[in-house]
């Protein structure tokens, strides 16, 4: 059973097409979930909307309720409600992210790194897309390891859904899929950025690997910036088009690794 405020804030959630800064901005004015809603006058049903949550079996967590990811509460533009299948991260994640269409040098290092980094405890956090993410999570599962999947669309649907065995996968291994997006909605382009946010603010460290320059894994070293985590790159050949993000961030002060254990010594962890 969901209580009041998660009925309501899935209400408006949906009301607002998911605009977070608007959200927040109901609240302060009106100081609930409920209050927001029925100012907006709109003909939802809030009780018949969490049906569909319902019916998958899906969990609604909200800023403030224990449970919600500490680290995730102190970043800007945090978001207000997460929807959930599986757990929520309470060990140290490193988010691994980096292009869709990677060389086979870029998948080996993903996996390499992703499996040893699980193996030894720390969560593996990515988006679930093709490339670099997906072998991220692989590498984590390989190792029996936990990994968690961001997307950038509501948890009914399954994106990229070549990826389901993936995503069933990762709920096996006691990971999680998550989501700020109410459960029907479809992916839309501009959400992919905007969820990097969680992504990186889910982990207090970064990997960069194979990053063309204007792609969504710099947006998330950049909000790893502005959050106060750390942001590593994996180098790779200076004339390859997919490392020119990877090098500029390097360029800008992003710690260079080409390991895991390059990750762990710059941590001060001994294993």
Request: aromatic share 10%; hydrophobic share 40%; with cysteine.
């Amino acid at each position: 059973m969901f209580r009041e405020e998660q009925i309501y804030y899935n209400a408006i959630n949906i009301a607002l097409n998911s605009n977070f800064r608007k959200i927040k901005e109901y609240l302060e004015i009106y100081g609930s979930f409920k209050k927001s809603f029925e100012i907006l006058k709109t003909a939802l049903n809030p009780f018949e909307l969490i049906k569909d949550v319902e019916k998958l079996n899906v969990r609604l967590i909200l800023y403030s309720d224990e449970e919600f990811p500490k680290r995730l509460k102190n970043i800007p533009d945090s978001p207000i409600g997460l929807y959930v299948l599986g757990e929520v991260p309470s060990e140290r994640c490193v988010a691994i992210v980096g292009t869709r269409k990677p060389s086979k040098y870029g998948e080996k290092i993903a996996y390499d790194i992703a499996k040893d980094l699980a193996k030894i405890g720390f969560g593996i956090v990515s988006g679930l897309a093709y490339g670099i993410d997906t072998k991220s999570h692989f590498g984590a599962i390989k190792s029996k390891g936990k990994t968690w999947a961001i997307l950038a669309n509501g948890l009914a649907h399954i994106y990229p859904k070549e990826n389901r065995f993936l995503a069933q996968n990762i709920l096996e291994n006691k990971g999680g899929i998550m989501s700020e997006y109410p459960i029907l909605d479809r992916p839309i382009p501009y959400r992919f950025l905007e969820r990097n946010r969680i992504i990186s603010g889910l982990s207090e460290d970064v990997i960069i690997i194979e990053a063309p320059q204007r792609s969504g894994s710099i947006s998330t070293a950049r909000h790893t910036l502005e959050q106060g985590g750390n942001v590593y790159v994996v180098p790779g050949e200076v004339y390859n088009i997919n490392f020119k993000g990877s090098h500029e961030l390097i360029r800008d002060g992003a710690r260079l690794i080409t390991s895991s254990q390059d990750l762990l010594d710059d941590m001060g962890v001994n294993i």
